[in-house]
């Protein structure tokens, strides 16, 4: 316990004249509130309270004690209260603010709601790259990204900002020709536009909450493509299943162009992050970005 806590302790059973007052006022438990008596005391080499069992007083020494702690509480208080002001004074973060965003997501949530951003920041320019490919942050100059899915370790900073729920689904042509799929196993018999990322070429596994676990599927692949919109045309046209992030595919699903396959078996829904460089001092265009794209997948991924 630190040297303010236990000050802070200290003034409340002083000013309440009882232990466990000050406990339930401070939220703590009895014996918390105790050893940071006796912990002063030690470090004191003093007794600053006289105890009995129906009431607590300071010895001299107790309330010169008091005193002084309470003194010091008010400038830290009036400190952290000054800088605070200070923090809501400073200058609005302006200057060039380089994204990197997966396209279904930009496309979904991110871009219709950017003007909001502009409205609170008009000083920072955005530069918005689309792509669903890794970028180099360091090489690229490149202040922060977003991305779906589970991060490697890279040595950026990662923060998650949400879950997205993914949707599996297909033209109502390509069902025509091949039939509906009706279980997990079905769906292996099936055709995949199959997402692939990395220069390795990862394709992306299916995973599927079913009876209590956690169910990974590979189909086989009717196409292979590393964009989301190429993956989104290939589903219209008819070329295989897909699944790709549900607030990207809802319109197509709404008006009838997609059809969504298996809806009592629920895809996992996939991380949301945001990250950027390791730096000592977040940029002011840095740090109002991360808070702002918190705050809108709060709003829509909950």
Known sequence: MDRLQTMQIYVNIVERGSFTQAAEALQLHRPAVTKAVQQLETELGIRLLNRSTRRVSTTAEGEAFYQRCVQLLANVNDTFASFAQFAQNRPQPKGRLRLELPVALAKAMVVPALP????????????????DQPADLIGEGIDCVVRVGELKDSGLIARQIGMVQMATCASPAYLARHGVPRTLDDLQ?????????????????????????????????????????????????????????????????????????????????????????????????VRVFIDWISELAARRLA
Not at 116 to 131: A, C, S, T
Request: glycine fraction near 8%; proline fraction near 9%; hydrophobic fraction near 40%.
């Open 116 to 131: 909001d951003f502009q409205q609170r920041y008009p000083q920072v320019e955005i530069v918005l790259g689309v792509n």
């Open 189 to 285: 018999a099936h055709k995949a536009v199959n997402f692939f990322s990395g220069r390795n070429r990862r394709v992306m596994e299916w995973a599927f909450r079913h009876g209590g676990k956690t169910v990974t599927l590979k189909l086989p692949s009717g196409m292979l493509t590393d964009n989301f919109d190429a993956l989104l045309a290939c589903g219209l046209a008819g070329c295989g299943v897909v699944q790709a992030l549900r607030p990207a595919l809802q319109p197509y699903l709404d008006t009838g162009h997609l059809v969504e396959v298996l809806p009592n078996v629920a895809p996992v829904p996939k991380p949301v992050s945001v990250m950027y460089p390791n730096r000592d001092h977040l940029p002011g265009k």
